[in-house]
């Protein structure tokens, strides 16, 4: 009974998606009834399943491809080798945020073609920031000591970047990919734009349209996949503890 009171928010989210995405048009007369002047109050030209899957397949590529350049990224410059090119790599990844994810597609739909390409593109450049900036301060935090122990007991470097500095930066990096994610799943509303298909078809075509009820079906899923997204993660972080002893016993015997 505890364990589903602490989890409620996260149920609740989760029904509620489930709930929306499948029994959407069964929503059709209450949006009749909320927008009367509407003579196709409900968004019917794609499945809103098709929808939420074609949605989340970019989100969670995306968010692949930023979790893995992010985290390497903040491999490299906490390193003694790449140390010095940590502020480069900060600016960098500034300025890259700094672009609006628009801006991003309108650049790169000339060079590259309609698609989800170009918005993959627009996704890494915008997700991949809070996913270093994680990286590198959950490795820069770890005290020196804990890494002299595991020295001390005959670890070497790779052993102790896997079994100590990347267990005990996990929670650290697990928030920056949070926020990358999170952000991202509303971000990626916009690949709808440049032809990819996505929950913002039903907003795009419900604000070229003057359709209120379609922005308002579009949004309303993609704000549920926002909050289930970050409820997941919590639940992650917090049974994602770092725990040094576990990482440093044993250390030489591998």
Known sequence: MKRLYRYRWLAASSLLLLGFTFGMPLTAPLFASAFPQLARPMYLQDAFTTLVLAHLSIVLLSGAIAVLGGVAAGLLVTRPAGRPFRSSLETVLAISQSFPPVAVLAVAVPLIGFGETPALIALVMYGVLPVAQGAMTGLS???PAILEI????GMNRWQI????????AAPVILAGVRTSVVINIG???IASTVGAKTLGLPIIVGLSGF???????????VALLAIVADQLFDLLGQRWAP????ALRGGGSA
């Open 150 to 153: 595991a020295r001390g007991i």
């Open 187 to 189: 971000t990626a509303a």
């Open 161 to 168: 970047l896997y079994r100590v500095e990347l267990p005990l």
């Open 243 to 246: 725990r040094a002893g576990p």
């Open 211 to 221: 359709n209120t009820a379609y922005v308002i079906q579009g949004a309303l899923l």
């Open 141 to 143: 935090s770890i005290s």
